[in-house]
Nanobody, 115 residues
Framework: QVQLVESGGGLVQPGGSLRLSCAASGSISGFSAMGWYRQAPGKQRELVALINGGIGPNIADSVKGRFTVSRDNAKNTVYLQMNNLKPEDTAVYYC?????????WGQGTQVTVSS
């Protein structure tokens, strides 16, 4: 069973940038679509970005133009580059397949955007 470990979160000021990484314990090449999800306090988890090898990236409207997603199958890693961060981006960020598989949820990485 593949384990997914997210990293790269932290505290950043509005307008700042972070790059999140999702390292898989096994191969992700067999997963056609990988995604980044986030869950803010008191809100449901939402999909913000996905990358499908056959189609390409798909970014949620709320972060379009600021977030980009990429994957490196050779390194079994998925990335989320986040630029021009806003306070409303504050959340715990997770990666998973799309659609998500319950057994693949990791601990996530906290992103806090605050001055």
């Amino acid at each position: 069973q593949v384990q997914l470990v997210e990293s790269g979160g932290g505290l950043v000021q509005p307008g700042g940038s972070l790059r999140l990484s999702c390292a898989a314990s096994g191969s992700i090449s067999g997963f056609s679509a990988m995604g980044w999800y986030r869950q803010a306090p008191g809100k449901q988890r939402e999909l913000v970005a996905l990358i499908n090898g056959g189609i390409g990236p798909n970014i949620a409207d709320s972060v379009k133009g600021r977030f980009t997603v990429s994957r490196d199958n050779a390194k079994n890693t998925v990335y989320l580059q986040m630029n021009n961060l806003k306070p409303e981006d504050t959340a715990v960020y997770y990666c998973n397949t799309v659609p998500a598989v319950s057994n693949y949820w990791g601990q996530g990485t906290q992103v806090t955007v605050s001055s």
